[in-house]
């Protein structure tokens, strides 16, 4: 698990968002460009019966307060009946009933715009403030909300549900209102959803609304199924995100230019670029003609592999395909150049821009450079092409000057920065919020915490404010500089400056606390950021109950994870295992017992982790049968043991000597799950405990193999009879390893030689060398 590294991730964030303002379409291939303008004809509508058999009996997922703050996971939520095979060849067909119509342009039902003025209404702010209270509902405000959901029209519901930062409380909201009387989902309201969740890992979601849609008899676009196969590929499940093309055209549904760049756009993310190109190929058969959005996929799938000579080669090509390159198909190779920091490479490239393809280099060039040179670090490379910029007459505005600002701080030259900074001011071009808060992030980075304040300050004085990013910035400064709770008392005083904390900022203070120790002020912050309509994920939570369990607050840590569950939040089974595993540590049994109850109460399904901490803490009191109780209980659910659970299992029988009960439970672990050095692990453990004779019993089992594992488990015997003065038995155990081909280590063998002979076994000893001198004029080299 990964700890959230906020104060790499705060600036990046905002000047992403920031840059894309006017430049996003000319920097990359982003993932609107990719999907295209999708279309619906009269053809278009789903068949029920063959999409239910594509995608089998579905549910929804709903907590048990109110039935509302549905459990999500982020990844891949629970009842995936799809499975992604590792391995197995992804093979995908396209068949048409129309030809060469792919290219033809119609207008998409799931395209439409949302006014700010919507999600500004009256009704829309009081339906986000109810659900932000979801976690102290009683029936009085779900009959508010149910109340205000019948007044809104369907482009108001979509403002509500992209109002939500949290994309399972909308996804949670849009099933709450589906199921209420009197109330029916537009279908703007479906397409909402679902661009919702394709910007997430939320496939099962994503494939439940689609599910609905059709269950609705909703026409469906290939945009709908776009969407979803989008998801399924930020999931990592590639061959799901396959399966809907097929699926789609099985529904009835015909696959259009848009779908098919969407399918090429997920087989290079999901590096199969060779896949990628026979999919285009089909696409052609077909009747479907690429168009500039394709060839760029294949562009960046070459520069991704670091193919830059192909992905040349085909700019080359495609004025020959019928298909002139655009600027982005010249932007995504020299994006992948300025990574490298290959800037001879960039300015032969824009000359052939010119030159091959007649596009001028434009203002966005030089953005698109400035940016993709700042993102990687290479501000002084960036600095140059701004200066040539505006030497040639273009405008670089404050969000050029950002991006070069921001890579002069996160390389901890702050100086640099504010001489940028007051270069800016000389030319006109006054900083905005996202150059200052990247200023102030550059101090905090160095420790300066003094003068990020003073920054803050010259903000107002410049009329310029700060903005949540900008605090949060400074928050996370202060934490990671020990100063958590003065961060603490600048969010309770939030209200009074007229800035907002959000979700990234209450995990900046709550993680500054935990780090301190100071659990207690963190566990606060989580009931304040829940309070606020904002869930901590499962990371967070795992980090402070974590904390708390170190401390020995596991009762702490268990109340914790109750309200969590409780107030809707996405616990899983990892936070759970982190509860027993507390009680496990302090020695109460029963606690974590009952917290294994509390699990399937909860519908979280435990996993081998769990059964082996508590095997290994029940094995460690001597309580081996219930122990092996709960391994058997695994193995019945289907876990397999992992190499952890063999290690504890062999550890503890051969703890408490009770190596026959363990022989039984290790054959049914291994009928489940084979693990070839179990019996090396045994006679190793059982030579630590001193258990001899039950080593040696064993020693047949592990010479099967005869490999150079069993030669070391072999050695640790001899020695152990040898530390014991028991030289006969380490002689027969070297006597054995010859008879299966093994050489034992020959200064061992001297040594147990030595010790037969002062036992007065000197025919044993001398027999033991002769066995060396033979095997040695056989092999014409002595193996040590």
């Given at each position: 698990m990964a700890i959230l590294r906020l104060n790499h991730y705060l600036l990046g964030k905002a000047l992403a968002s920031h840059f894309c303002v006017n430049h996003l379409s000319c920097i990359a291939l982003n993932l609107h460009s990719v999907l295209g303008s999708y279309s619906t004809t009269s053809k278009g509508k789903c068949n029920n019966e063959n999409f239910n058999e594509g995608f089998g009996k579905l549910g929804?997922?709903?907590?048990?307060?109110?039935?509302?703050?549905?459990?999500?996971n982020d990844n891949v939520e629970e009842g995936d009946e799809e499975v992604e095979e590792e391995g197995e060849e992804i093979d995908i067909e396209i068949t048409s009933s129309f030809h060469g119509n792919g290219n033809r342009q119609r207008e998409s039902i799931a395209r439409f715009e949302i006014d700010e003025s919507e999600f500004r209404h009256p009704l829309v702010r009081e339906v986000c403030r109810?659900?932000?209270?979801?976690?102290?509902?009683?029936?009085?405000?779900?009959?508010?909300?149910?109340?205000?959901?019948?007044?809104?029209?369907?482009?108001?519901?979509?403002?509500?549900?992209?109002?939500?930062?949290?994309?399972?409380?909308?996804?949670?909201?849009?099933?709450?209102a589906d199921r209420q009387w009197r109330y029916r989902h537009d279908t703007i309201v479906y397409y909402t959803m679902l661009d919702i969740l394709s910007k997430t890992k939320l496939c099962q979601g994503a494939r439940r609304v689609l599910r609905l849609l059709t269950r609705r008899g909703i026409e469906c676009s290939p945009e709908a199924f776009g969407?979803?196969?989008?998801?399924?590929?930020?999931?990592?499940?590639?061959?799901?995100a396959l399966q809907l093309l097929t699926l789609m055209q099985k529904a009835g549904v015909?696959?259009?230019?848009?779908?098919?760049?969407?399918?090429?756009?997920?087989?290079?993310?999901?590096?199969?670029?060779?896949?990628?190109?026979?999919?285009?190929?089909?696409?052609?058969?077909a009747g479907i003609k690429p168009d500039s959005v394709s060839y760029n996929c294949l562009i960046k799938g070459y520069c991704d592999l670091n193919r830059i000579d192909d992905a040349l080669k085909l700019i080359a090509e495609m004025p020959y395909k019928g298909c002139p390159p655009d600027k982005v198909s010249y932007y995504t190779v020299m994006a992948f150049l300025c990574k490298d920091r290959k800037v001879e490479k960039v300015k032969h490239l824009m000359a052939n821009m010119v030159r091959d393809s007649n596009l001028i280099q434009d203002q966005v060039t030089y953005n698109t450079l400035i940016h993709a040179l700042s993102k990687h670090g290479h501000a002084d490379d960036a600095l140059a092409f701004l200066m040539e910029a505006e030497e040639k007459g273009f405008h670089i505005d404050k969000v050029g000057y950002s991006a070069v600002v921001d890579s002069f701080c996160k390389k901890r030259r702050i100086d640099d920065a504010k001489s940028l900074v007051i270069d800016m001011h000389s030319k006109g071009c006054n900083?905005?919020?996202?150059?200052?808060?990247?200023?102030?992030?550059?101090?905090?980075?160095?420790?300066?915490?003094?003068?990020?304040?003073k920054m803050l300050q010259q903000m107002y004085k410049h009329g310029c404010k700060p903005n949540t990013v900008t605090y949060t910035a400074l928050l996370n400064g202060l934490c990671q500089n020990g100063k958590s709770l003065e961060a603490r008392e600048m969010i309770s005083l939030s209200e009074e400056n007229w800035w907002t904390p959000n979700a990234i900022t209450y995990s900046a203070v709550m993680h500054g606390l935990r780090r301190e120790g100071k659990l207690s002020e963190a566990c606060d912050m989580i009931r304040e950021m829940i309070g606020k309509g904002f869930l901590p994920n499962p990371v967070e939570i795992n980090l402070l109950i974590q904390s708390l369990c170190k401390n020995q607050n596991v009762v702490e840590a268990k109340k914790f994870l109750e309200e969590c569950l409780h107030k809707g939040c996405a616990v899983n089974v990892v936070n759970f295992t982190a509860v027993i595993y507390g009680f496990c540590q302090i020695g109460d049994l029963d606690a974590a017992l009952s917290v294994l109850d509390d699990m399937y109460l909860s519908n979280k399904h435990p996993d081998a982790i769990t059964y082996t901490a508590l095997f290994d803490?029940?094995?460690?009191?001597?309580?081996?049968?219930?122990?092996?109780?709960l391994i058997i209980k695994m193995l019945g659910k289907g876990f397999d043991p992992t190499p952890v659970t063999y290690r504890a299992v062999i550890h503890r029988f051969c703890q408490w000597r009770r190596v026959d009960d363990m022989m039984k439970l290790l054959e049914k672990m291994l009928a489940r799950q084979p693990f070839r050095t179990v019996y090396n692990q045994v006679i190793e453990k059982l030579c630590e405990f001193g258990n001899f004779e039950e080593a040696e019993k064993l020693l047949g089992k592990v010479l099967r193999?005869?490999?150079?594992?069993?030669?070391?488990?072999?050695?640790?015997?001899?020695?152990?009879?040898?530390?014991k003065g028991i030289a006969i038995s380490a002689y027969k155990v070297a006597c054995q390893m010859f008879r299966r081909n093994l050489i034992p280590d020959l200064k061992l063998c001297e040594k147990v030689s030595k010790k037969l002979v002062l036992d007065g076994k000197s025919a044993e000893a001398d027999n033991l060398m002769l066995r060396f001198v033979e095997r040695g004029i056989q092999q014409n080299e002595m193996h040590l």
């Open positions: 929804y997922v709903f907590s048990e307060k109110l039935g509302f703050a549905a459990s999500v109810l659900i932000t209270l979801r976690s102290s509902w009683n029936p009085k405000f779900e009959g508010n909300l149910r109340h205000l959901l019948r007044s809104l029209k369907p482009k108001l519901v979509c403002a509500v549900l992209r109002s939500q930062e949290d994309e399972r409380i909308a996804l949670s909201f849009f099933y709450w969407y979803v196969m989008v998801s399924y590929s930020r999931a990592g499940k590639l061959r799901n015909e696959p259009d230019l848009s779908i098919c760049n969407t399918a090429v756009y997920v087989l290079v993310k999901g590096a199969k670029l060779e896949k990628a190109l026979r999919f285009l190929e089909r696409m052609q058969v900083p905005d919020v996202v150059t200052y808060t990247a200023i102030i992030d550059g101090f905090c980075r160095v420790g300066k915490l003094d003068e990020a304040k803490a029940l094995g460690k009191k001597g309580r081996l049968d219930e122990a092996a109780e193999t005869a490999s150079k594992l069993d030669a070391k488990t072999c050695h640790v015997l001899m020695q152990s009879y040898l530390s």
